[in-house]
Every structure is written in structure tokens, then in C-alpha cells.
């Protein structure tokens, strides 16, 4: 699969933001098994822009095209399959299912689109430090819990992409690292890319491509 954006900018960002910009108002083609890092100060679009990558909102000028379909005029269907096979994300907000147990959120997204077994599954709540939290429901976790059980679910399906929205904001240096390095992982295995926007750099992302949003 190939991610191309084409003179994307969001509409309520004057034109002016081009020039200043490495992401806005440019041709980027991404491909397969890179590691690109976005910086992306406040106010810069950040989360804009990985929620126009991943297609759940559209307020932007220019394009955005999986495999040369724009996601303008994509039908649901097709935008659901890439999402389900292509297209993984961490958002900043997390969004699990608060009255729904750690296991349940894991799950749910497993069945859609299986990748892993349900051992596992398992296996990398334990490595996250959140094995013990399976059966506790969503809402009862840390926002740090929350943050890696929502890593730990963009990895259940299979992806091309993984478009990380700041995925750190809540945990330590030494979570994060131990979060990134399965993540690393589980994107060579399928040879796939990852999109990691954040405030700043992060040393241990061994990134090949560098943009300021």
C-alpha cells in the first residue's frame, strides 16, 4: 500500500501555513516499511492531520489517497477495509470503551480483523506492565494503563501503516521505550510504516524521515 497527501491543508488554516510548513500544501508519498517522524508543535494540526490520514474527518483542502483512491470520494465499504487490513492508529484520546473490561477493548478489535491469538494478547499486556489489568473495566484505568492498552489494540490487525497521534503523553520514559520497541517490532514483521507525530523528538524512534508540521 501506498499513503500519498497532495496540497493537504485543513480549512480553517490560512494559505500562509504552506510556507512554513513540510507537510502542508506538499506532495508526500509514503511507503511501506518507513519510519517517519512528524514534529508538531501546539496549534500546529497534529491530530488534524492523523485523523484526515486515517479518514474520520474531512475538513481539509487538497487530498489524501490510499493506493492512488482519494479518501474525498472513497465509498464506507472500501475505507472500512483498509482500516480493518491497512490502516492501524493510536489516538491521543485513547478511546476505549470505558464500561467494557481491558480484555473486552483488546478483543473487540482482535475479532474485527484477527492478526494475533489471544495468547498473545496476553503476552503483551504483560510486557506493558498491564497483564494484571485484563478483566478491570476501561474506566477504572490510569491514563498511563489507558495509553498502553490502546497501543497494545492497534496492534491486534493487521496494517500497512500505523499513525501515531503523540502515543506518549501520559507515560514515563521507561514505558514509552518498552511501548515503542514492541511496536518497532511488530511493525517489521509486516514490513510496514510507521507515522509518529509528537511535540518533540523522541530519541529512541529510529526514524528515516524527519518532518516540522
Known amino acids: 500500500m501506498q499513503l500519498t497527501i497532495r496540497d493537504l491543508l485543513p480549512v480553517y488554516f490560512e494559505e500562509e501555513r504552506k510556507k512554513r510548513s513540510e507537510i502542508w500544501g506538499k506532495e508526500i508519498v509514503f511507503q511501506k516499511g518507513e519510519l517517519t517522524k512528524i514534529i508538531a508543535p501546539s496549534g500546529s494540526g497534529k491530530t488534524s492531520l492523523m485523523h484526515f490520514l486515517y479518514g474520520i474527518r474531512r475538513e481539509y483542502t ?7 483512491q482519494s479518501l474525498q470520494t472513497i465509498d464506507p465499504e472500501t475505507l472500512s477495509g483498509f482500516r480493518s487490513s491497512q490502516v492501524s492508529i493510536v489516538f491521543q484520546d485513547m478511546r476505549l470503551l470505558p464500561e467494557q473490561t481491558v480484555m473486552e477493548n483488546l478483543e473487540i478489535k482482535r475479532q474485527l480483523n484477527p492478526y494475533h491469538n489471544e495468547d498473545k494478547v496476553r503476552q503483551m499486556a504483560e510486557r506493558l506492565g498491564v497483564g494484571s489489568k485484563l478483566a478491570s473495566l476501561g474506566r477504572t484505568c490510569s491514563y498511563g494503563e489507558q495509553q498502553r492498552i490502546a497501543i497494545i489494540r492497534s496492534l491486534m490487525q493487521p496494517f500497512d501503516f500505523l499513525l501515531l497521534d503523540e502515543p506518549f ?8 521505550e518498552k511501548a515503542m520497541e514492541l511496536m518497532l517490532e511488530e511493525a517489521a514483521v509486516r514490513g510496514a510504516s510507521i507515522i509518529f507525530a509528537d511535540l518533540e523528538r523522541i530519541d529512541f524512534f529510529p526514524f528515516t524521515r524527519l518532518f516540522y508540521l
Not at 62 to 68: H, K, R, S, T
Not at 169 to 176: K, P, V, Y
Open 62 to 68: 487538497g487530498d489524501i489517497l490510499y493506493d492512488q
Open 169 to 176: 503523553s501520559h507515560l514515563d520514559n521507561r514505558n514509552a
